[in-house]
């Protein structure tokens, strides 16, 4: 179940954001501490969903004010008035706590701790007292300092089903975001979901929408896998919407995440069981590579992975940087013996170059302030190396932009002057934000063909797809969802 919790600030705003819900909320939290002289019988009446009443002190991450006597009293008004579930925390004074919980009539109690601070390396102590208690459902929610916290949160979902009690699990923060995401696919009786961006009731909380119809948490089944990215930062990572319409459109239960990881060698030591693949994005791509069993001869010649695949009973990394490139760059014609012009020397650059070396192009490199790194990309690629400022010596057929360089905010930027730009050559950019760049632009203005960014990105992601299930990519539809999400929005 998805829960939208109803935060105020008043009012008038909380009446219409409980019709705005309607169509996504299983269930309503109506957050009486954060709506300004809140009509509680109104809104219950209004509700149009099974509610949970929720009045928190500040303690507790809430905002009410008063006495915990005056905090209490309005949870037995909530009983009174017969609402669905109240939920009360664990640090209620115990007399309170007690008079609650025996005298809570039909209406069913959640019992909730939560910390703010950290995820506690056991949770069972804490599991124990609270299960001696007579509530109808446990809640236990902590904050994710790293991304291996998520999994002690499973570990007692995993004991609380065995013990056949109803029970919400998850972390708060970013970290935090997979278990949110998995909760009721691992056994949890709900999660939270936020109205709409700016109205979450704790951090890290996602929209409703998106773990509704991107997530489809309430469809993920006991035996569906979990894909995901794992990187630093993640947060603006495309991948979740385009390989969950994947897995969608071609009938998969998977489930695809972002995970922000700072240690490749815990996270998937401790991750691995739940895994069914993973992409790989900075600055884990050389990292990645060591706890794997197998590692694809173009992988390892560029010296970095990008997906990893479950290869029985262990792990194979690939990069589809690589073939990806050359998918989007096929259907200009065969590479052989044509000149190739690279600008930069990141990771792009190298498994760029590396696939149009390997179909037999000739190769040339520039450099604008690290020679050195520049140098020593291209000794290993047998490259040629220019200054970015004596590219108009070189004989090109083919400009690949493998730099930062337009990328927004800075859009007017281009690394390759218009004047160069000739008719007849073929123009790449690997930069996909925005769509439509300036040395695109110019490119196509000097009539050159062009390939965007765009194509690199769906093509990788792709042969990712592919690797992972064995399926044919709906690539028109993974194309479609880059484009949405890139295009302008009026």
Known sequence: ????????????????????????????????????????????????????????????????????????????????????????????????LKSILENKGSVKVILSHHDFTRTPDDLNPLYDLMSQLPADILKIITYATDINDNLALFRLLARAK?????????????KGEVSRILTVQQGGWLTFGSLETGKES????????TLKHVYRVNDLKPESKMYGVIGDPVSKSMGYLIHNKAFQETGLPHVYVPLLVQNVSRFFSAFEPYLGGLSVTMPHKEAIMKPLSHIDPAAGRIGAVNTVVRNGNGWAGYNTDYSGALKALEPHGPLKDKNVLIIGAGGTAKAIGQSVVDEGAHLTLTYNRNKEKAQELADQLKANLISIRDVD?????????????????????????????????????????????????????????????????????????????????????????????LSPKE
Not at 25 to 43: G, S
């Open 202 to 209: 704790a951090p890290g909380q996602i929209p409703a929408k």
């Open 162 to 174: 065995k013990d056949e009690k109803q029970m919400i699990a998850f972390c708060m923060g970013e």
């Open 1 to 96: 179940m998805i829960c939208i919790p109803i935060v105020g600030p008043t009012m008038d705003r909380a009446r219409k954001d409980l019709d705005a819900c309607q169509q996504l909320a299983d269930i309503i939290e109506l957050r009486l501490d954060l709506i300004e002289n809140c009509d509680l019988p109104l809104l219950l009446k209004e509700a149009g969903k099974p509610c949970i009443v929720t009045n928190r002190c500040k303690m507790d991450g809430g905002q009410f004010a008063g006495t915990e006597e005056e905090r209490v009293d309005i949870l037995r008004q909530a009983i009174d008035l017969g609402a669905d579930y109240i939920d009360i925390e664990t640090s209620t004074p115990g007399p309170l």
């Open 393 to 485: 010596q070189a004989t090109v057929d083919f400009v690949i932009n493998c730099s930062p360089v337009g990328m927004a905010p800075n859009t007017n930027d281009t690394p390759f002057p218009a004047r160069l730009l000739k008719p007849g050559m073929v123009v790449f950019d690997s930069v996909y934000n925005p769509m439509e760049t300036r040395l695109l632009k110019d490119a196509q203005a000097a009539g050159c063909a062009t390939v965007s960014g765009v194509e690199l990105f769906v093509h990788q992601a792709a042969g990712q797809f592919e690797l992972w299930t064995g399926k044919t990519a709906p690539i028109d539809l993974m194309r479609q969802v880059v484009e949405e999400k």
